[in-house]
């Protein structure tokens, strides 16, 4: 069993299909991305579609190349969260066989996956901390998994986020709300070919905030609409800095998940370090490759259940949200700390929902997503269990 893995499969004869355990799990690892790609885009970009900013393919599209460049970025900053799942929850020196990465790996995969295909929208996190607990219990009657570091590491935050995630949204939107309604009918054009900044308001006057010597007086009369104005620059209004902050809770997702995939790889390592510089890029950059392809094709389930089953969202409420999402879970993935992009994404749109009254959330929708969240700690338990069982029977 160590070094290859060998399955027997019989029909009128024997089959034997080999696989160097390392090329195996590192597969398995990709698919896990993959699976998380499918279920997890959707938690950044689904307050563009809610609010009707774009349409479903180029939100896709836009939290695609976001988290992407998050998960890439991930090889650069992300030792604290690689360190805390590879070594930080299994007792070093345990009696690790290859056989408990690959159970774990597959424990987590099934069960993304499987919600993914049934639109639910639940945590990678919690997914993986149920198949290591699975497979520890299996594999060990628990006696190698490091319950305080459990408890404190991920247990804790899992916990505090949505209720963190909940509170802040509600305190944020209103400034945020007053900071849209003075903006809305409001545009910013930059001229590059004047060196011009330009601002237009609802009643279409304009003011020139900067304009580059050498180029005469300031630019007037511009039209009051920014599109209309038939300027050779770029427009920044309210919708901007809506795709802005989509783009970064994508990242940030990508910046906070990437390393947790990645991790198993590493898993039961006391250094949790990488054998060359070369091999770590190979691995975080098909990560982000996997996460890349799972979120293109195969977010929209997850992303319809937010953007149009949980609440009506506008361009503020939206905003909201991603500005929530991005900023706690930057912060909490700077620090190692694992918080669920699902868990805390969902619980800012519920909670910027309640401000507009208790009728505007869909309850039987949040019902079916707390119950995702519930079961998912033990469905991934049992499926990486099984896993374990069956895979170290043919060692």
Same mark, same amino acid.
């Given at each position: 069993?160590?070094?290859?893995?060998?399955?027997?499969?019989?029909?009128?004869?024997?089959?034997?299909? +080999?696989?160097?355990?390392?090329?195996?799990?590192?597969?398995?690892?990709?698919?896990?991305?993959?699976?998380?790609?499918?279920?997890?885009?959707?938690?950044?970009?689904?307050?563009?579609?809610?609010?009707?900013?774009?349409?479903y393919r180029t939100a896709i599209l836009w939290g695609t190349i976001w988290t992407m460049a998050g998960a890439a970025t991930a090889t650069l900053v992300a030792g604290a969260m690689v360190k805390t799942f590879s070594s930080g929850l299994l007792q070093t020196g345990s009696p690790l066989s290859p056989t408990i990465g690959l159970a774990i790996l597959f424990g987590a995969m099934a069960?993304?996956?499987?919600a993914s295909r049934t639109g639910l929208p639940v945590s990678t996190t919690h997914a993986l901390t149920g198949a290591i607990l699975g497979a520890g219990l299996v594999a060990f009657s628990g006696e190698g998994i490091l319950w305080h570091a459990i408890g404190t590491k991920i247990a804790l935050p899992l916990l505090l986020s949505p209720m963190l995630a909940f509170a802040l949204s509600m305190l944020l939107h209103p400034a945020i709300r007053?900071?849209?309604?003075?903006?809305?009918?409001?545009?910013?054009?930059?001229?590059?070919?004047?060196?011009?900044?330009?601002?237009?308001?609802?009643?279409?006057?304009?003011?020139?905030?900067?304009?580059?010597?050498?180029?005469?007086?300031?630019?007037?009369?511009?039209?009051?609409?920014?599109?209309?104005?038939r300027l050779q620059g770029l427009v920044v209004g309210l919708d901007t800095v809506h795709w802005i902050s989509s783009g970064l809770t994508s990242f940030a997702r990508g910046v906070t998940d990437a390393p947790k995939i990645v991790a198993m790889l590493l898993l039961g390592s006391a250094t949790s370090t990488w054998p060359n510089r070369s091999a770590q890029l190979v691995v975080f950059g098909g990560v982000a490759v996997a996460m890349g392809l799972g979120s293109y094709f195969g977010g929209l389930?997850?992303?319809?259940?937010?953007?149009?089953?949980?609440?009506?969202?506008?361009?503020? +409420?939206?905003?909201?949200?991603?500005?929530?999402?991005s900023s706690l879970v930057l912060i909490a993935g700077t620090f190692?700390?694992?918080?669920?992009?699902?868990?805390?994404?969902?619980?800012?749109?519920?909670?910027?929902?309640?401000?507009?009254?208790?009728?505007?959330?869909?309850?039987?929708t949040v019902r079916d997503m707390v119950l995702a969240w519930i079961v998912t700690l033990p469905a991934s338990a049992l499926l990486a269990g099984a896993a374990y069982f069956i895979l170290s029977s043919f060692s």
């Amino acid at each position: 069993m160590y070094g290859r893995f060998r399955l027997l499969l019989r029909r009128r004869r024997y089959v034997v299909i +080999e696989m160097n355990l390392p090329d195996l799990t590192f597969l398995l690892v990709l698919a896990l991305a993959f699976a998380n790609g499918t279920n997890d885009v959707s938690k950044a970009i689904a307050t563009l579609v809610g609010s009707g900013v774009t349409q479903y393919r180029t939100a896709i599209l836009w939290g695609t190349i976001w988290t992407m460049a998050g998960a890439a970025t991930a090889t650069l900053v992300a030792g604290a969260m690689v360190k805390t799942f590879s070594s930080g929850l299994l007792q070093t020196g345990s009696p690790l066989s290859p056989t408990i990465g690959l159970a774990i790996l597959f424990g987590a995969m099934a069960w993304v996956l499987l919600a993914s295909r049934t639109g639910l929208p639940v945590s990678t996190t919690h997914a993986l901390t149920g198949a290591i607990l699975g497979a520890g219990l299996v594999a060990f009657s628990g006696e190698g998994i490091l319950w305080h570091a459990i408890g404190t590491k991920i247990a804790l935050p899992l916990l505090l986020s949505p209720m963190l995630a909940f509170a802040l949204s509600m305190l944020l939107h209103p400034a945020i709300r007053r900071v849209a309604e003075k903006w809305d009918g409001h545009c910013l054009c930059v001229m590059p070919a004047s060196q011009a900044l330009v601002t237009i308001d609802a009643q279409g006057s304009t003011r020139t905030l900067f304009q580059g010597a050498g180029f005469g007086r300031p630019v007037l009369a511009v039209p009051s609409q920014c599109d209309r104005a038939r300027l050779q620059g770029l427009v920044v209004g309210l919708d901007t800095v809506h795709w802005i902050s989509s783009g970064l809770t994508s990242f940030a997702r990508g910046v906070t998940d990437a390393p947790k995939i990645v991790a198993m790889l590493l898993l039961g390592s006391a250094t949790s370090t990488w054998p060359n510089r070369s091999a770590q890029l190979v691995v975080f950059g098909g990560v982000a490759v996997a996460m890349g392809l799972g979120s293109y094709f195969g977010g929209l389930r997850v992303t319809k259940v937010l953007a149009e089953d949980v609440t009506r969202m506008d361009h503020a +409420e939206g905003l909201s949200a991603n500005l929530t999402t991005s900023s706690l879970v930057l912060i909490a993935g700077t620090f190692g700390v694992p918080v669920s992009t699902t868990h805390v994404s969902s619980s800012a749109i519920i909670g910027i929902g309640l401000l507009r009254g208790l009728t505007t959330i869909r309850w039987t929708t949040v019902r079916d997503m707390v119950l995702a969240w519930i079961v998912t700690l033990p469905a991934s338990a049992l499926l990486a269990g099984a896993a374990y069982f069956i895979l170290s029977s043919f060692s």
